[in-house]
């Protein structure tokens, strides 16, 4: 009997087991659950209509294959697979003889997600009115979230069956579904772990300086020697070999509002071989600009120089062997004001030369006090902005030099009265084109009724001009009243201009040279001086701290007047380093 029994079982057909778990995508948790609940709704129900009726009829009339909702999934069969089993329950066969004849059957669960989907509906009624009453205590948005996260919490809710309403048997989100989604072209894309690429800098070759305080110090030391055919430039003059030292620094405060710079130089030289040369010259200039309220702006300015006399200059003394040092304290004050388009600017200055001793070529000293003298300027300045690149103006300047001595030792008065007008334009342009020139007259008449006036026309000018990056052209003019204690002469004026280049021709090679041009006009006489330089040289930073510089120099004087015409040609090659 137990064969025959077996054998029946095994001919008996029955549903497959991958079709009756639907091993198709993930069971949820809500899905489970509502089966659970079908299942004690339908054996309460079954336990009460079919308690007397045998297990056997209970079994025959229960479909016993799986019929998808998509027609062709699997062979066409005559059977149909029960809608009440769960997906949890084992197959049981028709006719076994252990299976309790009196126990219901057990409903399985419905073989689509549709038909789970229409079951769940009567289950989630309640659930949904309750939504439905929260939903009207809260505002619009936040009730149409609580209305979708009820939905999708409920057993087999209505955001399940909105799901499923197409018939399809859908898959279950699964973990890394976020990750397969496609990526917006539009979305901006994500930096890099390292950090975006840094921009390069605009002159690697620059000094990064040293902080000191608030201040960005940036020194520069050149060390080299000079080839020269005439060392002292003058008519006179012989080649030597000189050993050059300069010493260069600015100092740039990083104050929020105000702000400050300070400049400076020292150029030492000794005779290497050749002629004696042994001098030293050098400036300091510190500049403070302060904005003051009711768009007022002070500048004011504060310098020392220190060089000895040039031998070509008018008042050299022939015969010495070290013409005297000439040193200038000069400082200045100015205030700036705006009002709508109109710009006014009064600025006073103050300079004293004094002088130092001439040592001659006997040993003895020759006194140069009756040189020694201090300017006082004020000069008034009116613009007006016709846009903000141009800026046309007028300008006058009144001043008085005052002699230390009001006799000097030929019974000459030298203090003289100062007046001067000039127009021009201020450009600025940017980087492109800024600075500004003008042109006028200026005058200094002298106190003693023998010597004329100084007089004559000004020029000025400071330009700067790119006119690509890596290029700089600058342009300068400068016109200044020379006095003189030489009997009988009032002085002369003083033409100076330089036309300057500067090409990056890499990042670690530059290339400068300049023109120059002076003329020298003194009064009293037909008298002029003409003087032609030119120079060119190269820099090549062998890192950001050090370089080899090199340049070549000729410098000419032409004058009508006998003694005064030399020619210096010089090469020079060192050794530069900043910080």
Do not use: C
């Not at 010493?247 to 030492?268: C, H, K, V």
């Amino acid at each position: 009997m137990l064969l025959t029994a077996s054998a029946l079982a095994l001919l008996r057909p029955a549903p497959a087991f991958s079709q009756e778990t639907e091993l198709r995508g993930e069971v949820s948790e809500s899905a489970i659950l509502a089966d659970q609940q079908r299942k004690a709704r339908q054996l309460r129900a079954q336990g009460t209509q079919d308690q007397n009726a045998p297990a056997s009829v209970v079994q025959d009339t229960a479909p016993t294959t799986y019929q998808p909702a998509s027609p062709g999934a699997v062979p066409d069969d005559d059977h149909t697979a029960s809608a009440s089993d769960s997906v949890f329950d084992q197959p049981q066969a028709a006719n076994d003889p252990l299976a309790d004849t009196k126990a219901p059957a057990k409903p399985r669960r419905p073989s689509t997600a549709k038909q789970r989907a229409l079951n769940a509906k009567a289950d989630t009624k309640a659930n949904t009115k309750t939504a439905d009453k929260s939903k009207a205590k809260k505002k619009t948005g936040e009730a149409t979230d609580n209305t979708t996260t009820a939905a999708t919490a409920a057993p087999g809710g209505q955001a399940d069956a909105a799901a499923t309403d197409d018939g399809s048997n859908r898959r279950a989100v699964t973990i890394d579904s976020v990750d397969k989604q496609k990526l917006d072209p539009g979305q901006e894309r994500t930096g890099s772990i390292d950090g975006q690429k840094v921009k390069p800098e605009e002159d690697p070759f620059a000094a990064p300086g040293v902080r000191i305080g608030t201040f960005l110090f940036r020194p520069t030391l050149e060390q080299g020697f000079t080839a020269t055919s005439n060392a002292d430039s003058s008519s006179t003059g012989k080649s030597a070999v000189l050993s050059e030292t300069a010493l260069r620094f600015t100092a740039t405060s990083d104050w929020r509002e105000n702000s400050a710079l300070i400049t400076g130089y020292g150029q030492f030289r000794n005779t290497v071989s050749g002629e004696k040369i042994n001098d030293a010259q050098g400036r300091i200039e510190g500049q403070l600009n302060v904005d003051l309220d009711n768009e007022l702006r002070a500048i004011a300015k504060l310098g020392y120089e220190a060089a000895p006399e040039s031998a070509s200059s008018p008042d050299a003394i022939a015969g010495v062997t070290q013409q005297p040092l000439r040193q200038t304290v000069d400082g200045s004050l100015g205030v700036e004001k705006s009002v709508g388009k109109m710009r006014y600017a009064l600025t006073g200055a103050v300079s004293h030369d004094f002088y130092g001793d001439a040592e001659l070529s006997n040993g003895t000293t020759v006194s140069q006090k009756d040189r020694d003298s201090t300017l006082y300027t004020a000069t008034l300045r009116t613009g007006y902005e016709v846009s903000p690149a141009l800026t046309p103006f007028t300008e006058v300047e009144a001043g008085r030099r005052v002699y230390d001595l009001r006799t000097d030792t030929d019974g000459f008065q030298r203090s003289s009265t100062r007046l001067g007008a000039r127009a021009g334009l201020e450009l600025d342009m940017g980087e492109k084109l800024s600075g500004e020139f003008s042109a006028g007259w200026l005058r200094e008449a002298i106190d003693d009724s023998r010597l004329p006036a100084v007089a004559g026309p000004s020029i000025n000018a400071d330009l700067k001009w790119s006119p690509e990056r890596g290029t700089t052209i600058g342009l300068t003019g400068k016109t200044s009243v020379e006095t003189t204690t030489t009997a009988g002469q009032s002085g002369d004026i003083l033409y100076s201009s330089r036309l300057t280049g500067e090409r990056q021709i890499r990042a670690n090679l530059t290339a400068n040279s300049a023109l120059g041009l002076d003329w020298r006009d003194y009064t009293g006489s037909d008298g002029h001086d003409l003087i032609l330089s030119a120079e060119a040289g190269l820099t090549w930073w062998l890192n950001r701290y050090a370089g080899v510089t090199t340049r070549v120099r000729t410098e000419k004087l032409t004058s009508n007047l006998p003694g005064r015409d030399y020619t210096a040609n010089s090469v020079y090659l060192g050794l530069k380093v900043q910080r």
